[in-house]
């Protein structure tokens, strides 16, 4: 069960720190695996903040070369160095505001698993082909252009476009056949079995729910994420949903 929150660009060094103040009150269990991506500039500092939690840290995004001449990117290699253990890539901000097509975000996944990071990468439909019956299509195309080798230890996110942010979220039955279909997707492709986790408007009221899908390994998570107690809402839940289920 691995939970994933993911800052995007909100927060600074005070709400971190009163963040990371209030995480080290709390009791963690060691059944639900955690990380959180704060905006890169503060990963480092967070990091720093909550070393002695079981708490990861990762990087909202790489890039596919490890030095040289790009103003303004990421090397996968910077995300080791600082102590990332996770790098989400493809989510579908990156695709649609910093236009990265599938050919880039395969690039960029590759190139993080090579330098030993764990990729979190983002699949999903936009709104018009899940209305037209091609989500499942669509997703299919994003796995079979953007996997890259050595999935192994690596998570697949199901973010459906249309879902982040919005506060509309998938039946329970059409999360369960997305996942369910991801998963045997890529064992057909490579013979992996891989972990989905599922985001988009995941809160603290509906996160028993998803967790409650079979197919669903765990979450990953943006607004809720940002209030300290919402998000130990949701870790909570999933430490419970984990104890239930044994
Ligand atoms: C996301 O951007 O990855 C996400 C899931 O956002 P939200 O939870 O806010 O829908």
Known sequence: ???????????NKKSILNFSKQLKKFKFSNKVQTCIFPPMTYVDYLNELISKLPISVGGQNCHYKSSGAFTGEVSPKFLIDIGCEYVIIGHSE??????EDNNEIKLRAQSAIDCNLKVILCVGESQNDRVKGLAREFVEKQLLQCLPNNFENCYIAYEPIWSIGTGLIPTKNEINEMHKNIKEFIFKTTNIETKVLYGGSVNKININDILDISNVDGVLVGGSSLEVKDFLAIYTAAVKHLVKSE
């Open 1 to 11: 069960m691995f939970i994933a929150a993911n800052w995007k660009m909100n927060l």
């Open 94 to 99: 990156r695709r649609t505001l910093n236009n």
